[in-house]
Nanobody, 122 residues
């Protein structure tokens, strides 16, 4: 599975962005997909994930209620709608995929996109 993340950019605090993770290769619809982020000097952490069929989702406490993950398997794409953005959301955002259930650890994911930078100004 090859993943391509896009949609990052510069936005003011309180604004919104939608990230996309487009997949090619193997049957993407069979994979759980997660969005991770990594701020400078910090470790990469899972912030949202969605099961292969969209039936289950996971959100980190830091984004719960502001971010929404969704997927369109017909388009081989997973989205992350980010609302009410805060300066502390500034990071490089990565999408990643794995077969099976949602897992939190980065080492649990087999396929990674290249990352897209989100910068939130105050």
């Amino acid at each position: 599975v090859q993943l391509q993340a896009s949609g990052g950019g510069l936005v003011q605090a309180g604004g919104s962005l939608r990230l996309s993770c487009a997949a090619s290769g193997r049957t993407f619809s069979a994979y759980t997909t997660g969005w991770f982020r990594q701020a400078p000097g910090q470790e990469r952490k899972l912030i949202a994930a969605i099961a292969w069929d969209g039936g289950r989702t996971y959100y980190a406490d830091s984004v719960k209620g502001r971010f929404t993950i969704s997927r369109d398997n017909a388009k081989n794409t997973v989205y992350l709608q980010m609302n009410s953005l805060k300066p502390e959301d500034t990071a490089v955002y990565y999408c990643a995929a794995r077969p099976g259930a949602i897992m939190v650890g980065t080492t649990r994911y087999d396929y990674w996109g290249q990352g897209t930078l989100v910068t939130v100004s105050s």
